[in-house]
């Protein structure tokens, strides 16, 4: 009897919810229509010229700062003398100067990814609806306020506390919540940190494109890899606690796993698709990585092949030679000319023949073990629903049944075993890499010109449709939005009570490290956290606490250097510049009396391993400056 009364209650709260949901949903959703990419301007009377796919500004913020924003030239005006007005506005990040050329002390601070804004109200409220998985509404205006950051390169342990009042909340308090009151709140929660992961993805891909592309370098290598690193980290449980002199080799290994992912990708998908009698096209980015592909058929094969056995595996689509669309195909197609060899030539080639070529999918090499399908130009609904089906199977053990992966034995095993198979086959189920392959492809369609305008167009229009999260906005709005936020930012920028005012207090906060020890920095960390946040330790902003600050900076540069000359050389007269070495060893010998222990550590290395007596001696007087234990040892 009580378990049918149990039964009872379940059901009714379940038909509530999903009634109370579907009126919230009726009530504040407005549907979004889908737009594709705006065509390019005649070109009749233009003068094509070489003109590279970024620009940079820099802008210098009073107080010893300065913004630089990287552009991007939209592609459909790229090879057109336009003039700068029409290039978007796609990343801005500040670096702290002290007002001096010394690169030594800057510090890269904050990262803005312009298309990146603060959702409106039906947004959100959209994004509290479970089970809703599309966009309902488009970001109006975003006013006229800064826009968010994404990320505080020197201070990434602000995340940390986000998620552990999170934590907290959701242990102590929304367990006692009834189910329409927890499934909104988780649901908001993902909708949320997918939302920000979104942005976090589109600057690594925009720094990772600029850093290759030939031009202007405001950035250094080290800081761009930095920036990448940093950026790679924000999803990471510890990856706040990293430390600076480990972020190059974090990027090396990303970078490394990435392009093994894609080469293997590359020619798994290449050779499916040439065994089924199907067409494989790279589509390369501007910095020349191929991050994604195209699979083509032919109206002429489709005719020969009628009926013939398909093999879809790592395709996933269905079998093109009995599909009655294809047969009288009404959609986008391409003429193109092959010679005997089946290689694409030019159209007055002897002996080419003319073939009409159809495109059947799109997919992201990035994706673990296999290529992730993005889009299906036959079945709009394919990648959609392998996108939100993972997602759906975590909102409803989570957020209505509220069944924790730990709540018991047979729930954890079962989802072991789940999560182990989908990982060793590489099924494309993986939301947080199929979310990275749209961020990128986007990015591709605004800055590649070689497209053709009308299958880019359709291909925007697809990633559109297969938006599952209500808070993104379509390309077309990003870039409006995108301009207005550089303006605001530029505008905040120089008011003297903006970003002038958030950078001295930020600097106030920095000596904190210089006047306390950690002890004392520990106990302030607490006041902020128990404030929640409202609570900020900071020091008067003296010329003195300046020239501090100014040599501890340095000293974090040269101790950085030092431990990955230490890491990384096996004799620092064979491949290390020694000058910089030399200049570094200096400067601790001088200045490096707060130095930290792994410092020391660098220097006994160096003493080792060089058979210079001159690195040898400086390595000795560092360690003679440096006040700790270790060093006299």
Known sequence: ???????????????????????????????????????????????????????????????????VTIFARPAADKNLTNGPDDDMPVISIMRDTL???????????????????????????????PFLYTRTSNKGEVGTGPPPSILDIHSPNRVVWNKVFWILFKKLLLGEFAIPVRASTLQYRQNAADYRRTAVVGAMAMLSMYQEVEGEKLFTDSELKDMQARLSLTDKTFGWHMSSENLGRVYDRDLAK??????????????????????????????????HATVWTTAEDVAANRG????????NIKNPW??????????????RWFDADDRRVDTDTPGATKRTMIPLALFGLDHPKIPVILVDFRDSGNAKKREISKRIFDDLTGGVLSVSKY???????????????????????????????????????????????????????????????PMQNDAEIEARLARTQYANLMRWARDPDGLPKKLENDRREEMTRISHNRAKRSLFGLASLVSFGLYKHRETGTPEMMAKMDIRRQLDFHERFLREVAYASAGPEVDTDTSKLKTSLAFVAENGSAAEEKTTRALAKIFTVTVSEELQTLCLAGLYRINNSAAKR
Do not use: C
């Open 99 to 129: 007002a001096d050329d010394r690169p030594e002390n800057d510090r890269l601070r904050y990262v803005w990814m312009l298309t990146h804004t603060r959702t409106s109200l039906a947004q959100k409220v959209s994004a509290m609806v």
């Open 322 to 335: 009995t599909d009655k669309k294809l047969t009288d195909w009404k959609g986008y197609s391409e003429e």
């Open 407 to 469: 709540g018991g034995i047979p729930f954890f095993l079962g989802r072991f075993i789940y999560d182990f198979i989908t990982k060793r086959r590489g099924m494309d189920l993986n939301f947080e890499s199929r979310l990275r392959s749209y961020a990128q492809l986007k990015l591709l369609l605004s800055l590649d010109a070689s497209l053709d305008s009308g299958f880019r167009g359709l291909i925007a229009g697809r990633i559109e449709s297969a938006t599952v999260n």
């Open 1 to 67: 009897m009580t378990l049918v009364s149990h039964t009872t209650t379940v059901s009714r709260r379940m038909i509530t919810f999903f009634v109370f949901y579907a009126v919230m949903l009726a009530f504040f959703a407005t549907p979004a229509v889908a737009q594709s990419l705006p065509e390019p301007r005649p070109t009749v009377g233009a003068t094509k010229v070489d003109v590279p796919p970024f620009r940079i500004e820099k802008t210098l913020v009073s107080g010893g700062a300065e913004i």
């Open 308 to 315: 013939k056995k398909f093999d879809g595996r790592f395709l």
């Open 258 to 291: 990435t392009r093994d992912f894609r080469g293997h990708n590359w020619e798994l998908l290449r050779q499916y698709s040439e065994q089924q009698g199907l067409y494989f096209e790279p589509l390369p980015m501007p910095d020349g990585s191929v991050r």
